[in-house]
Nanobody, 123 residues
Framework: EVQLVEFGGGLVQPGGPLRLSCAAS????????MSWVRQAPGKGLEWVSSISSARGSRRFADSVKGRFTIGRDNAKNTLYLQMSSLKPEDTAVYYC????????????????RGQGTQVTVSS
């Protein structure tokens, strides 16, 4: 059974950094692409970033490009999202999700995901 547990969220001031982690289990983590998606209050799911299994390919939404970095440690079965220069509009519940292939997902909003971690950007 695929299990994804996100943590690291919290309250951060605008302009500040935050790093999210996602602990994966129940599947061979190193063989699958992974993504981060988010859901802001009152809005639908939004794709944030994806990474392929071997870290050779990374993609970012325009809204976070240059501010967020995605990474993974296949030895620790962990996915990361390093966020910097955070804005109030980054406030959302952040989820990690698992692709069905080693590549970056074609439909990350439909991939299985964890329970999410809340990120609130506010002064």
């Amino acid at each position: 059974e695929v299990q994804l547990v996100e943590f690291g969220g919290g309250l951060v001031q605008p302009g500040g950094p935050l790093r999210l982690s996602c602990a994966a289990s129940g599947f061979t983590f190193s063989r699958y692409g992974m993504s981060w998606v988010r859901q802001a209050p009152g809005k639908g799911l939004e794709w944030v970033s994806s990474i392929s299994s071997a870290r050779g390919s990374r993609r970012f939404a325009d809204s976070v490009k240059g501010r967020f970095t995605i990474g993974r440690d296949n030895a620790k079965n962990t996915l990361y999202l390093q966020m910097s220069s955070l804005k109030p509009e980054d406030t959302a519940v952040y989820y990690c999700s698992k692709s069905s292939t080693p590549l970056t997902s074609n439909d990350p909003l439909r991939d299985p995901r964890g329970q999410g971690t809340q990120v609130t950007v506010s002064s």
